[in-house]
């Protein structure tokens, strides 16, 4: 007789651009706030070094920056987009990292499956 394996079956992720834009916007506000507090805490506590970085970087050098910083939040969202693929987050959810709880996973026999009985 043979043995019945059953197959994992994960449920799709609801409003996949909307988790995008929620990751880049957290992105967005984490560089900001970091900036913010590094940048307000230096001028405070050793306004110094401004005045000595301001001497060797030059004023590309703060475009540069943000460029880098928007292409971080576009890699974060590209991401994010990725983890929105099914066979990604089931992969990811097998590590419990997946968009629903290992124990929301249905578990569905094969041969339902390839009959089509399974939804």
Known sequence: MAKHITVDTV????????RVIRTALAVILSIVITLAAG?????????????????FLPPEFVAWLVGF????????????????IPQVNAWLTKIGAGSVPKAAIAATPPYARSEGLAE
């Not at 449920?11 to 909307?18: A, N, R």
């Not at 940048?39 to 001497?55: W, Y």
């Open 11 to 18: 449920p799709e992720i609801w409003f996949k651009l909307q």
């Open 39 to 55: 940048i307000g805490s230096i001028q405070v506590f050793a306004p110094q070094i401004f005045t000595e970085l301001g001497r």
């Open 69 to 84: 910083f928007g292409f971080l939040v576009i890699v974060a969202g590209a991401i994010t987009r990725i983890m929105a």
